[in-house]
Nanobody
Framework: QVQLVESGGGLVQAGGSLRLSCAASGRTFSAYGMGWFRQAPGKEREFVATISRSGGITYYADVVKGRFTISRDNAKNTLFLQMNSLKPEDTAVYSC??????????????????WGRGTQVTVSS
């Protein structure tokens, strides 16, 4: 089992920045690829970014590429999402997830075994 707890969400004006954190506990954090997803009201869950176990491989959704950066600190069992140049359409609940150990990274929610409860990000215009 891996327990994941997100933090760092909040209300920010368009063009601003936020840094989300995801604290992991339980099994060895470095054994898991990780991902960030988001879900806006009335919409399906959407892939945001994924990172490999060592942090050497990252992928982003096109809509956030160049604005968001995923990173991890395996010594501190923490995943991060730095979000810059935020837009109102980035408003959503952001959740971190731990990938099944058979995968290095993935955009597919179904490939993830463990999920946090999420943190709300609201971007005002």
């Amino acid at each position: 089992q891996v327990q994941l707890v997100e933090s760092g969400g909040g209300l920010v004006q368009a063009g601003g920045s936020l840094r989300l954190s995801c604290a992991a506990s339980g099994r060895t954090f470095s054994a898991y690829g990780m991902g960030w997803f988001r879900q806006a009201p009335g919409k399906e869950r959407e892939f945001v970014a994924t990172i490999s176990r060592s942090g050497g491989i990252t992928y982003y959704a096109d809509v956030v590429k160049g604005r968001f950066t995923i990173s991890r600190d395996n010594a501190k069992n923490t995943l991060f999402l730095q979000m810059n140049s935020l837009k109102p359409e980035d408003t959503a609940v952001y959740s971190c997830a731990a990938l099944s150990i058979v995968f290095t990274s993935s955009r597919r929610p179904g490939d993830y075994d463990y999920w946090g409860r999420g943190t709300q990000v609201t971007v005002s215009s």
